[in-house]
């Protein structure tokens, strides 16, 4: 065992993003999102603060603390579905679990940053922060090996036209308008590129033709013909059983998976 390797957080992240799923591959920088660095209380690290207000952006030094296991191999939720040696992606699965995000510093306050976007999932302990500096942080002519090959893909026109039937869509409506749940933009952007199952990406071959995408606690139900996917309806993701359980008290969108389950008995196991 090595001395002298150990570390303990100076903070954590209140990013109101209790699931992983919940939080970004990156921050989407699209967003106005505000989110919070408490700091861990005490003068030194008030102190350490000091000079850090004049930075558009700082460097967050942060632990998946959610993984306990790590693959030499990954599959990106991005792209083809090939496996990409760990050291060659940002996947949180590595065998020291640190991540770096480059976020937007908004203002420093007495023991807390508020800070912009951020793909950390509330509670995350943070290590380190460092200001990010454009001169020695920033090389954006880089070659970006195969992320640059699924980007050019990418930039392609889709493969797939995404239809919706009414059931489904009165599902979105009904997820959007009483609880608040969007998937149509994730279901777009995954279904229209390639439906094929991906363990990543969540999408699962189910009996008969039938295929389903995981999207938080929730899955979407499809069926693809030539290039053309169909979305037949949405349903819940959990069993009755873990939603009536006690003994798991944080189970994602407990309330309204009961409700779907009421609503549309027929459609749930
Ligand atoms: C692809 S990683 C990239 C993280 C960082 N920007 C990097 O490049 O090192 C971001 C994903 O990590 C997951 N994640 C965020 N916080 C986590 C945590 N504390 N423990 C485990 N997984 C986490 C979320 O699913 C998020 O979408």
Redesign the pocket.
Known sequence: MESGLNITPIGY?R?G?P?????????DEKQAETNILEMIPGDKYQKALKDLAGFDRIWLI??????TDWRPEVLP?RGPSKRRGVFA????HRPN??????VQLIEVKKGKLILGP????D???VFDIKPYIPAYDSFPDSKAGWIDEVDAALSAPPAFAVEFTPLAREHMNWLQNNWGIDFQVRLLEILSRDPSPHRTRRIRSRHGDLFDLGCGAWYAVFQVADQTVTVLHLKPAFPLKFLNDPARPVLPDREAQLAFRSAWPKLVD
């Open positions: 992240i990013s993003k699931l992983k799923f919940d939080a970004r591959h990156q921050p942060w632990w998946f603390h959610r993984n939720p992606t940002r996947s949180p679990p640190i991540g770096i995000t480059p951020c793909d950390l999932v509670g995350t302990p």
